[in-house]
Structures are given as structure tokens and as C-alpha cells.
């Protein structure tokens, strides 16, 4: 029971900080899937007086693609206000409209500087880029994102001091073994093996849990209705990469942190 107690006080510590880890890499795939969704959504037009193509509009590289549309929807809607002939002129009057995507989703200051260099294009009389709910969209991204950023690293952080503070424990636990292995000229791997088994296999557990954790709430049908809802794919779940990556974060933190605590208490 005491051996069991003595690992929960080092595995939860490394539960907090992985589930941390492991929510930005979800939140930050949530959002990239989000910003697809609406990306694939969301256009520019452009009203020219001359005709553009891509090569004119080369010195943007956000641009995807540009489309022609059709100004016949316009027409249509004066035909039943004036003749043949009026409609004629205001068809020589009108201009070329266009359509532009682009590759990724644009910040707000993506959004002005694209803006700015399709106004200094000639021919270019308007560009609607839709940047009041654009840039409302991408507020509401980010600050999801910072926050969740700020939580994960608060939480990373106090996790760390907890994992340091039970290591001194172990440490204080098993020092009269150590001085003797010290006194025999045991190496320093050697003379604190139990503490970095002890950290490398609460690293391991630590990692199960929090992939197992992945794995139910991914199929939870809750889980599955919030992401329909929010036109995110499921694509958001990488059960094996982040297996490997939570491990390797878990044991590389788990080994600094008991050579900190070694070498602290040999400095004091």
C-alpha cells in the first residue's frame, strides 16, 4: 500500500502535466481542422475594371485560386425595370468580378496586407474581404487557443514542482542506502537507480493512462456529436504519434527532474 502511494504521488503529477500536453495537441488540431472547414467556406471578391489573372496577382503568395463570376445574376435583377438597351449599358458599365481562395486561413493582419495589395493592382475598383466577421472568427480561434495555451503551461509547471518535491521524498526515503553505495564507489547511475526506475516507470503508466483517456473519450458518443457540431474531423485523434511523444516527453522530464533534485541537494 505505501509502494502504491508512493507512485500515485509521482504519477499524477505526470498525469496533470501529459494531460496538458496532451490537450494542446488536441485544441491546436481542433482548430487547424476549424480553420480548414472555413477556409474552404470563405472567399474574396474583387470587382476589376480590367481583366486579372494569377500571373497579375503573383507577388500575393496566399492566393489558391482565382475564378471569374458571372455578372448575368446582376442583370437579372434589372430586367424587369428598364429595356434591352438599358440593360445593354449597364452591362458595358458594369465590371469584372472575381472570386480569390486562399491557402491557409489569414490573421487579421494577413487580411489587411492581401487587402492593401489587391487595391494597388490596376483595373482593381473594390475588394470585399468580409474582415468585420473574419476577423471576429479569428479572435474567438485565438483566444481559445491562448487560453488553453495558458492553462496547459500553468498546470505543466505546478506539475513539475509536485514531481520535484516527491523525488526529494524518495530521495530523503533511500539516502542511507545511497551513502553506503557512495562509500563503495557506485557510480551515479548506479547509486540512484531506484530513482530513475521509479521515474521511468510512472512515466510508462503515466502515458497509458493518458492514451487510454484519448481512446474513450475519442469513440464517446458525446465526444463524436460536439465535433459534428462543430465541423470538426475526427482526424483531431493521432493515438500512436502521441503515444510516442507523450512518452518521450514524460521520461525526459521525469529524468531531468530527478538529476535537478540530485544535484540541488549535493550544491546545499
Known amino acids: 500500500m505505501n509502494m502504491l502511494k508512493r507512485h500515485l504521488a509521482l ?17 491546436n488540431r481542433a482548430i487547424q481542422s476549424r480553420e480548414d472547414k472555413l477556409l ?6 474583387i470587382a476589376s475594371h480590367l481583366a486579372l489573372s494569377l500571373d497579375k496577382l503573383s507577388d500575393i503568395k496566399d492566393i489558391a485560386s482565382l475564378n471569374s463570376i458571372d455578372s448575368a445574376f446582376l442583370l437579372q435583377r434589372f430586367q424587369d425595370f428598364g429595356s434591352q438597351e438599358d440593360l445593354k449599358s449597364i452591362q458595358k ?7 480569390l481562395k486562399l491557402k491557409s486561413y489569414p490573421s487579421i493582419h494577413d ?30 480561434l485565438y483566444f481559445t487557443k491562448g487560453n488553453v ?33 557512495d562509500l ?24 497509458c493512462l493518458i492514451t487510454l483517456g484519448s ?20 482526424e483531431v485523434f493521432y493515438f500512436g504519434s502521441d503515444f510516442f511523444l507523450l512518452l518521450f516527453v514524460s521520461v525526459i522530464v521525469s529524468l531531468f527532474s530527478v538529476c535537478f533534485v ?6 546545499s
Not at 188 to 194: A, E, G, P, V
Open 215 to 234: 481512446v474513450y473519450m475519442a469513440f464517446h458518443h458525446h465526444t463524436k456529436e460536439i465535433m459534428e457540431d462543430l465541423g470538426i474531423r475526427q
Open 184 to 207: 563503495l564507489g557506485a557510480s551515479f547511475w548506479l547509486k540512484n537507480s531506484i530513482l530513475f526506475k521509479a521515474a521511468l516507470i510512472d512515466s510508462v503508466i503515466a502515458t
Open 262 to 267: 540530485i544535484l540541488l541537494q549535493r550544491k
Open 93 to 99: 458599365e458594369l465590371p469584372l468580378f472575381y472570386s
Open 40 to 45: 474552404q467556406s470563405y472567399s474574396i471578391l
Open 111 to 140: 487580411l489587411e496586407r492581401i487587402e492593401d495589395q489587391l487595391k494597388k493592382i490596376d483595373g482593381v475598383s473594390r475588394v470585399e474581404t468580409f474582415s468585420k466577421t473574419q476577423n471576429q472568427v479569428y479572435k474567438l
Open 149 to 181: 495555451l495558458i492553462f496547459a503551461t500553468l498546470l505543466g509547471i505546478f506539475s513539475l514542482l509536485l514531481m520535484m518535491r516527491q523525488i526529494q521524498v524518495w530521495r530523503y526515503q533511500h539516502q542511507k542506502r545511497m551513502q553506503i553505495m
Open 11 to 27: 504519477i499524477i503529477p505526470l498525469l496533470a502535466l501529459l494531460f496538458s500536453l496532451q490537450s494542446i495537441l488536441l485544441i
